[in-house]
């Protein structure tokens, strides 16, 4: 791959785009629902007819054919305006419309992967279970053979668009006894199927836009066209999934401390203790410098990974082993860095804020509380480091 570090001027274009929208559009609301923990609709929708939901799915399937380079552009706006919003894109395109291009057929694609794309349906995505986090691949939502379909039973945790979406891609277990190798299924579940119910949503401590839900499926029959990918290779495409989503989560991060880093510019240019703005103390000074540090590196970062990922293609068939690992090592590695470089530059923009930092409503209150799941979902930054560690141990730096 050549060293190609620019955007493109179709790039450049659709982040103009996509910013000036979201700042009409998406900033006005963000604080009343932050304040009113609701899940966006008007805007949401606005986005899906703006085609913001299947960025990078290629346009013969319904998206804007912009790949992971550009779907991190949208990632990385979102993230400067609302980690909710961003949230809620990436669990339906990362988690959602990925194993759908990746692993569908082509009739599961004209079902499912079109209408998602064009902002008419929406994905979430389902894997934790009350027993299973860290651990994911100890599924124990079951899925019986039955006739021609399966029938699923079981109760799923944490569910990210789980209480509005119209599908979601759940992970069962077709033997719970082999585990993640052969024991585990991808099976796309539309929500109005008997016996699918949507049981408490949590109240948390950020992302208040976002509906985090438990799933109950209660003998829920789908068909065998519900199976995506191959009976007991589920557990590989939950993964592949989140080796993209890892990558979008470093964008979001990135786009949450790009906007902290200019509000504390902001703030400490017009603050004055002591008779000088505090943008005048050296002290001040370094925490910035820090900061814009870890936003330059996780810029090269996050594009690096999202430009080899578009390399790649979606075929995952066509993927050497070598490819694979060093794909899965890197997201791991971006999604780490990220989402801890975002604490910490959240951190001290707020810190830079004093105790204004600290009073609710503010966008710098808002951000800080938003980050923190970052370094917890998507695999928690231990599991990171075991990815990469063990990686590492196998094949070297
Ligand atoms: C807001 C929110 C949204 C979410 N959205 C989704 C979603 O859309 N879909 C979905 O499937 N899931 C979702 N999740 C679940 C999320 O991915 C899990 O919470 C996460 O993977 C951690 O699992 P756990 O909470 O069970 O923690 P646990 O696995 O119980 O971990 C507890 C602690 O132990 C550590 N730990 C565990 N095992 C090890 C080990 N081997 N070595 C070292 N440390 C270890 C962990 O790192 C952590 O610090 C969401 C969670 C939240 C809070």
């Not at 902001?266 to 410098?289: C, D, H, M």
Request: proline share 4%; with cysteine; hydrophobic share 40%.
């Amino acid at each position: 791959m050549p060293f190609e570090f620019s955007f493109t001027a179709d790039q450049e274009a659709f982040r103009d785009a996509v910013r000036a929208f979201l700042q009409k559009e998406v900033a006005p609301i963000v604080g009343e629902m932050d304040e009113r923990e609701e899940f966006p609709r008007g805007t949401v929708h606005r986005m899906q007819e703006e085609g913001y939901f299947g960025v990078p799915v290629p346009e013969e399937y319904g998206g804007l054919g912009l790949g992971k380079v550009g779907y991190c552009i949208l990632l990385e706006e979102l993230g400067k305006v609302d980690a909710s919003h961003g949230t809620i894109v990436g669990a339906h395109t990362s988690l959602g419309t990925t194993p759908l291009l990746y692993y569908g057929s082509e009739a599961q694609k004209k079902k499912w992967l079109v209408p998602a794309a064009k902002g008419e349906k929406l994905l979430a995505y389902s894997l934790t279970e009350p027993g299973s986090g860290s651990d994911s691949g100890a599924v124990h939502t079951t899925a019986e053979p039955d006739g021609d379909g399966w029938v699923l039973n079981g109760t799923k945790l944490y569910c990210t668009n789980g209480r509005e979406a119209d599908t979601v891609i759940v992970m069962a277990a077709n033997n719970v006894k082999l585990g993640p190798n052969g024991g585990v299924t991808a099976f796309l579940v539309d929500t109005n199927l008997p016996g699918f119910r949507v049981g408490r949503c949590e109240k948390k401590m950020g992302l208040h836009g976002t509906s985090t839900a438990e799933l109950i499926l209660d003998h829920v029959r789908v068909g065998a066209d519900a199976v995506l990918g191959e009976v007991g290779k589920g557990f590989h495409v939950a993964m592949t999934a989140l080796d993209v989503g890892r990558v979008s989560l470093g964008a979001a991060s990135l786009g949450g401390m790009e906007a902290a880093t200019r509000e504390a510019i902001e703030f400490s240019k017009n603050r004055t203790q002591f008779g000088l703005p505090i943008s005048e103390y050296e002290v001040i000074q370094f925490k910035l410098a820090d900061m814009a540090m870890k936003i330059h590196a996780l810029r090269f970062m996050v594009y690096h990974a999202a430009a080899r990922q578009d390399a790649l293609g979606h075929d995952p068939t066509r993927w050497s082993r070598l490819e694979r690992q060093d794909k899965t090592r890197e997201a791991a590695i971006v999604k780490c860095l990220a989402s801890e470089w975002a604490s910490e530059v959240i951190d001290e923009a707020l810190q830079i804020h004093g105790g204004l930092g600290y009073i609710r409503g503010t966008p710098i209150e808002r951000a800080y509380r938003d980050a923190r799941i970052s370094e917890i979902f998507e695999g928690t930054n231990e599991i990171q480091r075991l990815v990469v560690s063990r990686d590492l141990l196998a094949r070297g730096i």
